[in-house]
T-cell receptor, first 110, second 111 residues
Framework: TQLLEQSPQFLSIQEGENLTVYCNSS?????LQWYRQEPGEGPVLLVT?????EVKKLKRLTFQFGDARKDSSLHITAAQPGDTGLYLC??????????FGKGTSLLVTP | EPEVTQTPSHQVTQMGQEVILRCVPI?????FYWYRQILGQKVEFLVS????????KSEIFDDQFSVERPDGSNFTLKIRSTKLEDSAMYFC?????????FGAGTRLSVL
């Protein structure tokens, strides 16, 4: 099983601050996906990164895939309370099954 | 917007009983998945299904589990004889163009 380590596990910040969360593995992934999960709901896809070194932006969220396709980061600029949630990274194996990390639980307080 | 629908949202059962969790994937999707998430733990892959057969399964998906697509729209996960440790959120997902769309999940509580 390809392990994905996410850090930090928990993050509590004030509205307006910037933050970065990380997803690391010793394995190479063909693609890596970031999801956000709200309590009592299923994961919702934010972005998929495929190419090593790729950077994708989604409004205030910036996603980066490492050159070696083993790690990724999510940077949020000027966090808002609506960004609160569990952020999951998941790597796709050869058969498309997703291997998830444990997630980073983010709390943004006003 | 099309979505994956799961029923029931919460299922309570006695240990040893059979349960069937139901999913209606997004129309025209061809790949289907079941995942589970035990409280406080990560989302874990159980099984993938394509062309009316299992394409991949994890070590968790033992003989107690089975999947079926009985009528071309529903996709079900059956647990034959539930154990306490089967208590978890079970998520169904369907896929198109390498993107998996998840349902809201069924919370299974085994007493």
């Amino acid at each position: 099983t390809q392990l994905l380590e996410q850090s930090p596990q928990f993050l509590s910040i004030q509205e307006g601050e910037n933050l970065t969360v990380y997803c690391n593995s010793s394995s190479v992934f063909s693609s890596l996906q970031w999801y956000r999960q709200e309590p009592g709901e299923g994961p919702v896809l934010l972005v998929t990164v495929v190419t090593g070194g790729e950077v994708k932006k989604l409004k205030r969220l910036t996603f980066q895939f490492g050159d070696a396709r083993k790690d990724s980061s999510l940077h949020i600029t000027a966090a808002q309370p609506g960004d609160t949630g569990l952020y999951l990274c998941a790597g796709a194996g050869p058969g498309y099954a997703l291997n998830f990390g444990k997630g980073t639980s983010l709390l943004v307080t006003p | 917007e099309p979505e994956v629908t799961q029923t029931p949202s919460h299922q309570v059962t006695q240990m040893g009983q059979e349960v069937i969790l139901r999913c209606v994937p997004i129309s025209n999707h061809l790949y289907f998945y079941w995942y589970r998430q035990i409280l406080g733990q990560k989302v874990e892959f159980l099984v993938s299904f394509y062309n009316n057969e299992i394409s991949e399964k994890s070590e968790i998906f033992d003989d107690q589990f089975s999947v079926e697509r009985p009528d071309g729209s529903n996709f079900t996960l059956k647990i034959r004889s539930t154990k306490l440790e089967d208590s978890a959120m079970y998520f169904c997902a369907s896929q198109t163009f390498s993107i998996q769309y998840f349902g809201a999940g069924t919370r299974l509580s085994v007493l």
